[in-house]
C-alpha cells in the first residue's frame, strides 16, 4: 500500500522512487561481453579487392545489437546477420535527431595481425556525446570487447593491403516510440563494418580547394559541436553541395565576428607557419571550446608534435585575417585537415570573399603532413611498435 502510494505520487519522479524503494529487479545496468550471443549469416557476401572499395557502400555479414529500455536496462550483446532495422514511425532519433555516432577503423600489418588504432578514446568521446542527448550510460570497456568480437568474427574482411582498412561505425540511436521532446525510454546501440579502400583516389596526396562562406557556421558557444551527432551533420551539406559547385572539394568553417577557423569539412584543421613575432615554425590548430571534435587523429597529431619537440605547437584561435596575411606575406607554409578517414589531407586554396586565395602546401612537399601520414601509418598498419595499436 505505502509503496503504491509513493507511486502514485511520484509518476514525474521516478529517480526518486528508485531510491527509496531500492534497485528495480532485474535491471541491468550495463551489458557484458562474455553474455554476448553470436548468430552466424547463412549466406556470406563475396568481398571486393581493395582497391575497389568506394567508402561507406559494402558491408561485412555481421552486425552488433544492443537494446535498452528504461523498463529492464540493457539487454545481452547480440551478433547477427547484417540486416535492416525495423523501427517505430515515432522513434525519437527519426523525429528529434537522439542519436549520435563514432568512426574507427581496424588495419591488418604485413605479419597479418590486425590492430585497433586508439579505441579507448573513441568510446570516451561517444560516452560524452550519449551523455549530451540523453541516451544510455553504457560500459565503454564492454562495447569495446564487443566490438573486438565482432571484428574478429569477421577478419577475413580486413583487407589484406597497406591502402585500405576495416571502418567501424559504432551508432546510438534513441527508438522511443512516442511524439515528444524528451529522454528516450527506448535505445538501440549498433556496430556495421565497410571495408574502405584508400582515400586519395590512386594513393596520390591531392590537395583539396576550400569554400570559406561567414554567413553559414557548423556550431557555436553552447552547442554541440563537440560531440559526434547526426544532427551536427546534415545541415552542412548544402554547402558543402554550394562548394562543389563552386570547384571547391570542403567547406572550411568560420565563426564569430572575428572568422575563426574552426574545421575543414568533417576534418580538424591545422596550419603549420612562421610566427609573426619571431619567424620560429609553429603547428596551431583551434582549441578545445565546444565548437570542435575533439578528433582522435587530432590528438594524435598533437602528441607526435609535442614529443618531436623540433617546432611550436599551439592549440589557439586562427581568425583569417591572420591567416590571410600569413599568405600574403610568406610565412604559411603548410594547411591540412586530420580525421579517420584520410589521416591528413592537405588543403591547395580557399576561396573566400570570391577571391581565390592559393595555399602552398604542395610547394613545401608538404613535408609535415607527409611526415605525419607516414608516420600514423606505420603504427596502424604495425610497422612501428605503438600502444596506439592495439592487436585484437
Not at 590548430?285 to 587530432?298: A, E, K, Q, W
Amino acid at each position: 500500500m505505502a509503496a503504491a502510494a509513493l507511486r502514485s505520487r511520484c509518476r514525474s519522479g521516478g529517480a526518486l522512487l528508485v531510491t527509496l524503494l531500492g534497485p528495480r529487479r532485474g535491471y541491468n545496468h550495463v551489458f557484458r561481453a562474455s553474455e554476448l550471443e553470436v548468430e552466424r549469416s547463412r549466406s556470406p557476401k563475396a568481398r571486393p579487392e581493395p582497391r575497389e572499395l568506394p567508402f561507406g557502400r559494402v558491408f561485412t555479414d555481421h552486425m552488433l545489437t544492443v537494446e535498452w529500455s528504461q523498463a529492464a536496462g540493457w539487454g545481452p550483446p547480440r551478433i547477427r546477420p547484417f540486416q535492416d532495422l525495423r523501427l517505430h514511425p515515432a522513434s525519437s532519433a527519426l523525429h528529434y535527431a537522439v542519436e549520435l555516432f563514432e568512426g574507427m577503423k581496424a588495419f591488418r600489418g604485413a605479419d597479418d595481425k590486425i590492430r585497433l588504432f586508439r579505441p579507448e578514446l573513441n568510446m570516451e568521446r561517444m560516452e560524452r556525446s550519449a551523455a549530451r542527448v540523453c541516451l544510455p550510460a553504457f560500459d565503454r570497456g564492454e562495447l569495446l570487447e564487443c566490438i573486438r568480437a565482432l571484428v574478429r568474427l569477421e577478419q577475413e574482411w580486413v583487407p589484406r593491403s597497406d591502402c585500405a582498412s576495416l571502418y567501424i561505425r559504432p551508432t546510438f540511436i534513441g527508438t522511443e516510440p512516442s511524439l515528444g521532446v524528451a529522454p528516450p525510454g527506448r535505445a538501440l546501440l549498433f556496430v556495421i563494418l565497410c571495408p574502405v579502400g584508400p582515400y586519395f583516389p590512386g594513393g596520390h596526396f591531392s590537395p583539396v580547394g576550400l569554400l570559406a562562406d561567414p554567413s553559414q557556421v557548423r556550431a557555436w558557444p553552447g552547442g554541440a559541436g563537440h560531440c559526434k551527432l547526426g544532427g551536427n551533420y546534415g545541415p552542412t551539406i548544402a554547402l558543402q553541395r554550394a562548394a562543389q559547385a563552386r570547384g571547391c572539394q570542403q567547406v572550411l568553417w568560420l565563426h564569430g565576428p572575428e572568422r575563426l577557423l574552426t574545421e575543414v569539412g568533417t576534418m580538424n584543421l591545422f596550419v603549420f607557419w612562421h610566427r609573426e613575432e619571431d619567424g620560429e615554425l609553429e603547428l596551431v590548430t583551434p582549441p578545445l571550446d565546444g565548437l570542435i571534435l575533439p578528433g582522435v587523429t587530432r590528438q594524435s597529431l598533437l602528441e607526435l608534435a609535442r614529443e618531436w619537440g623540433e617546432f611550436g605547437v599551439r592549440e589557439g584561435p586562427l581568425p583569417m585575417e591572420a591567416v590571410l596575411g600569413a599568405l600574403a606575406r610568406g610565412r604559411l607554409r603548410e594547411m591540412f585537415g586530420s580525421g579517420t578517414a584520410c589521416v591528413v589531407c592537405p588543403v591547395g586554396g580557399i576561396l573566400y570573399g570570391d577571391k581565390w586565395h592559393p595555399v602552398p602546401t604542395m610547394e613545401h612537399g608538404p613535408e609535415l603532413a607527409q611526415r605525419f601520414l607516414r608516420v600514423l601509418s606505420d603504427i596502424q598498419y604495425g610497422r612501428v611498435p605503438s600502444e596506439w595499436a592495439q592487436p585484437l
